[in-house]
């Protein structure tokens, strides 16, 4: 066949519905196998048969990462100024504090990096779990080929201990069993046949398709290779680690709101403090009282009225809602 007939191997067939001869035929291919030509043809068309690697984030940017958080930030302003208020006249340095707080962050850092590195290794670790080599038939003949360079339409043969180098429909079996414990979680061999199941078949049911990096514990057999590279469902389980997005867990997300309720918070305190300290040195220095001086009362208000207002926004539900009358 030509490369660019292929594709039905590209859209949604239920490939485990289609008798063995019919999923060679829709494949344009043979049981003997695929010549070189055409196996070069379709590796031209189809691409290399691996999982591509992501854009991986270097460890420095995940620790980082660890740390930008407004409650981080805030736990960091309070050492600072644990450190800075040794700059005032006859004050010490508050080094028991900051170092406690800057040891916590540290270890909260340091936990956060070594789950989200993981996280990151994850898809590493899905190609790793892939064969270098794979053996397929070539005019007849059995060959070993890069695993890279299997395309649909190649007729993997499958021994124990071989991986399968991709999802493939088999077309005869012996006494085959397959561990796919990377895909289902089941920890004991998985019996399999050249046999068609129904359409609604489960993926862990599906005792006629075996799949990319799961490897043959017994028996041996021979296949037809459908899907490849990143279409696999090696490939799919990759594409979901790369695209699901990074949403903070409800206790993440109350911890933020908790501390940046504590930020306003403390920032309206400072207003208050501030103000009070303020007045009493303009009293003190000028001897006003608020009785003859209202502008005083004024400024004691506003600075009230403001931190309130901070207060407010740093809980919403503080603040009142309204309905409209078309609802």
């Not at 799919?236 to 109350?254: G, K, V």
Request: proline share 6%; glycine share 6%.
């Amino acid at each position: 066949m030509s490369a660019s007939s292929g594709d039905d191997v590209d859209g949604d067939v239920d490939w485990h519905t289609l008798s063995a001869e019919e999923a060679v035929e829709r494949l344009e291919t043979d049981v003997a196998g695929l010549d070189t030509d055409e196996a070069r043809d379709r590796l031209d068309a189809y691409g290399p048969n691996e999982i591509t690697a992501s854009n991986e984030l270097s460890p420095f940017r995940i620790l980082l990462a660890q740390f930008q958080d407004f409650l981080i930030y805030l736990l960091l302003l309070t050492a600072a100024l644990s450190l800075g208020i040794g700059l005032l006249p006859g004050y010490d340095p508050d080094y028991a504090d900051a170092t406690l707080i800057l040891l916590i962050l540290l270890a909260n850092g340091v936990f956060g990096f070594v789950q989200d590195y993981q996280a990151e290794k994850s898809i590493a670790a899905l190609r790793e779990l892939s064969s270098p080599e794979a053996t397929v038939l070539r005019e007849c003949d059995p060959t070993v080929v890069d695993a890279t360079a299997v395309v649909p339409g190649d007729i993997p043969v499958l021994e124990a201990g071989d991986s399968v180098p991709a999802d493939a429909r088999l077309v005869e079996t012996t006494e085959l069993r397959m561990d796919e414990s990377v895909l289902t979680g089941e920890s004991t061999g998985v019996a399999k046949s050249a046999e068609s199941v129904a359409a609604e078949t489960p993926l862990a049911e599906r005792a006629d398709m075996v799949y990319m990096n799961t490897p043959a514990v017994e028996g041996r057999a021979r296949a037809v290779a459908v899907r490849t590279g990143m279409d696999t469902e090696v490939g799919s389980i990759a594409t979901q680690i790369r695209s699901a997005p990074d949403e903070p867990t409800p206790f993440q997300a109350e911890v933020d709101r908790l501390g940046k309720r504590i930020g306003y918070g403390i920032v309206a305190l400072i207003l208050v403090v501030v103000e009070v300290v303020c007045i009493e040195v303009i009293q003190s220095r000028y001897e006003l009282s608020l009785h003859s001086n209202p502008w005083l009362v004024g400024a004691i208000a506003t600075t009230m009225a403001m931190a309130m207002v901070i207060w407010a926004v740093s809980e919403p539900t503080m603040l009142p809602t309204t309905r409209s009358p078309a609802l």
